[in-house]
């Protein structure tokens, strides 16, 4: 064991009678694992009783429950994640229900003042494919409040006349040029607007702070650190520089580690490769630039050329690029960008964001580019049922094939998307382990099924190496980050396991099963 200063005044935390997740041999066999300050000071074997309490330290014994580096969400929407915690969950409404929706409404307006906004999210993506379904419809359960619904995926949003009207949305909005503002036949507004949402509630957000997200942030934070969550990256292409700054002064030691992605525009590029490494906090980094490659006008956005050049030029300034691809010929277009740039710049892995439909052409293309893949497996639990009604059936097994995704990728993180889905991994372990969804239906192959602890590599570990930070944290070494979270094995699968959280050295969650002892 390290020999430890008495005189040392950081905070000591010593875990003992614990199974450590590892994969270094040299720390296989120990059962003990010392915290000084905000870091990892010792990891040793000591027999059951025999191990040396320092001074000042709180020691908890974890019963021989598993510790694992803390969780890493390489794919959140923070701030929307927050947001929707003053809205209404519409998930459960199946699709083409709408007595359910009208229903949900008027239960909802009885409880609100007329003067509030009404907010909802998650309804499923085919209510906004269905022309009946607009401002007009909305009206009839509330014409006097403000309505506003987004879809499941966060790319649909629709308002009542009523939000229309105080928003002073029209077609010429300078405002909502990068998306799609439906119009029906007649030439009016139905309401429904495609890629517009963040716009959108920009405009809300301006009228009201009924849905203001920095106020819910600590208690997201929480529920984040209840499920062994010590880090995330916010995967917003809307993002700004000055929201690392934002994002700073909200976020304290105790919160949570913020990989923040930043729009990928030439501005954008220039202004970081002057600025960046001024611009780190110890909790709030930047990670590199997201691209949203999005079919919602008809044709893909940005066009191939152009997409070339925005992954060329950030890694010529030594940022490594995120997109987001979904369908099959956006992830080939994103794979024929890094392809080309990395002929000129090798030292550069990109990121594909989502990779849902991980077709044969792709694989084929795959095996042949490095890349990062960071997907969903929550998705195949909450949205599998959807997809398997949406999707012919001999399509299912390109449908987030987990196990081919890890072979022919660089490394596969995993993530939530949330507000897409609840930002809880434990859903996630079970995707990925059973393939099942919600209704008990199996999503593709069992073949394409993963293990815990290659499901556990993906939330930790490939975490920290899409965002650049596997020198200072995600594995469970000496000299890295206290960032960790201490199981019960025997409930993972179930529900949430999470007995306990440190982050940066602190305990921030704390089931209260395990005994602490100041010492």
């Not at 007009?136 to 506003?148: G, Y």
């Not at 897409?420 to 393939?435: C, E, L, T, Y």
Request: hydrophobic letters at 40%; a negative charge; charged letters at 20%.
């Amino acid at each position: 064991m390290t020999t430890y200063d008495s005189k040392d005044s950081r905070n000591l935390i010593l875990l003992t009678n614990c199974e450590i997740y590892t994969k270094d041999p040299t720390i296989a066999g120990c059962n003990n694992i010392l915290i000084a300050g905000n870091k990892i000071s010792d990891i040793f074997y000591a027999p059951p009783g025999k191990h040396t309490v320092p001074e000042r330290c709180i020691e908890i014994d974890c019963f021989r429950n598993l510790v694992i580096p803390g969780i890493n969400d390489a794919h959140i929407h923070l701030l929307s994640s927050a947001a929707v915690m003053n809205q209404h969950s519409m998930h459960s409404i199946h699709s083409k229900d709408y007595e359910m929706i009208a229903k949900t409404l008027t239960s909802i307006k009885t409880k609100h003042n007329q003067s509030e906004w009404i907010g909802a999210y998650g309804l499923d993506d085919r209510f906004f494919l269905d022309q009946n379904f607009d401002s007009q419809w909305l009206d009839k359960f509330a014409v006097n409040e403000p309505v506003f619904i987004s879809n499941e995926t966060g790319h649909a949003i629709i308002l009542n006349s009523k939000a229309m009207q105080m928003l002073h949305i029209s077609q010429t909005d300078d405002s909502l040029l990068h998306g799609v503002i439906d119009v029906a036949e007649n030439g009016q507004l139905t309401g429904k607007f495609f890629d517009l949402n963040s716009a959108i509630f920009h405009k809300i957000n301006a009228f009201t702070n009924q849905f203001n997200a920095d106020n819910n942030l600590p208690k997201l934070f929480t529920q984040l650190h209840q499920k062994g969550i010590t880090s995330v990256q916010d995967a917003g292409h809307n993002n700004k520089i000055d929201k690392l700054q934002r994002l700073s002064l909200i976020t304290d030691v105790n919160a949570i580690r913020i990989g923040l992605m930043i729009g990928c525009n030439i501005q954008n590029i220039n202004d970081l490769a002057s600025i960046h490494q001024e611009i780190d906090t110890n909790m709030v980094k930047f990670i590199g630039l997201k691209i949203m490659l999005s079919e919602a006008t008809g044709d893909y956005l940005p066009a191939k050329s152009e997409l070339e050049y925005l992954v060329k030029l950030s890694n010529s300034k030594n940022f490594r690029v995120a997109v987001h691809a979904v369908e099959e010929q956006a992830i080939n277009m994103t794979l024929d960008a890094f392809s080309s740039a990395h002929k000129f710049y090798p030292d550069i892995v990109n990121r594909i964001e989502h990779c849902s439909e991980y077709t044969d052409s792709v694989i084929e293309k795959a095996k042949t580019i490095p890349f990062y893949s960071v997907t969903q497996p929550g998705f195949i639990l909450h949205r599998g049922d959807y997809y398997i009604e949406a999707h012919p059936k001999d399509k299912h097994n390109d449908l987030y094939p987990l196990r081919t995704m890890q072979e022919t990728s660089h490394v596969l993180a995993f993530s939530s998307d949330s507000p897409v889905i609840p930002p809880n991994p434990w859903d996630g372990f079970i995707s990925a382990q059973s393939r099942n969804t919600l209704r008990g239906n199996q999503l593709g192959t069992s073949n394409e099924r993963l293990t815990f602890n290659e499901i556990v590599d993906c939330y930790t570990t490939n975490g920290a190496i899409v965002e650049g930070s596997q020198d200072i944290k995600g594995t469970l070494a000496v000299g890295l980050l206290a960032d960790l979270a201490i199981l019960d094995a025997s409930c993972i699968g179930s529900s949430n396991p999470t007995l306990l959280t440190i982050l940066n050295g602190n305990i921030v969650w704390d089931s209260e099963a395990l005994v602490l002892t100041l010492h």
